[in-house]
C-alpha cells in the first residue's frame, strides 16, 4: 500500500501561501487546524500525493502543475482509483509507467496563470 500524505495549503494575512506537507498519521496524531486559524491563516486547499514522482523525483500532488509533452496540465482525481491530468480539450489517464517524462512547474493555487497556456 502507498504511503497517503496531503498538503495543506495556507494564506495568511499578508496573502502569502504556506504549504504544509503531513502523512495521515501524523495529520491524526498532531494537526490542530483551531491553532493555525489563530495565526491568521485560512485553509484554502488540501491536497493528496498520488504515489508518483516527476521526472526530478519530486512528489506530484493533486492540484499540481505538469509539464507534459509541451502543455502545462494539471494533476486531478478522477474518483474512480485513478489520477489523470486535465488540458483544454481533453483528459488522461496516467500510470506509474507513463509519468516519467512530467515536470512539476506549479500548482493551481500559486500559479493558476500556468493553465492558461503560459509557460513557465
Do not use: C
Not at 8 to 20: A, N, S, V
Not at 71 to 88: E, F, P, S, T, Y
Not at 111 to 120: A, S
Amino acid at each position: 500500500m502507498r504511503e497517503i500524505k496531503f498538503q495543506y495549503i495556507w494564506q495568511d494575512r499578508d496573502d502569502k501561501f504556506h504549504i504544509l506537507t503531513e502523512k495521515i498519521e501524523d495529520i491524526e496524531e498532531y494537526m490542530d487546524i483551531v491553532a493555525n486559524r489563530r495565526m491568521g491563516w485560512t485553509l484554502v486547499g488540501r491536497r493528496e500525493w498520488t504515489g508518483l514522482h516527476d521526472k526530478n523525483s519530486k512528489e506530484i500532488y493533486e492540484g499540481d502543475i505538469v509539464r507534459w509533452y509541451d502543455h502545462n496540465w494539471q494533476i486531478a482525481w478522477d474518483g474512480l482509483g485513478a489520477w489523470a491530468i486535465v488540458g483544454a480539450l481533453f483528459s488522461y489517464q496516467f500510470t506509474p509507467i507513463n509519468h516519467g517524462e512530467m515536470e512539476v512547474i506549479g500548482n493551481i493555487y500559486e500559479n493558476p496563470e500556468l493553465l492558461e497556456g503560459k509557460t513557465p
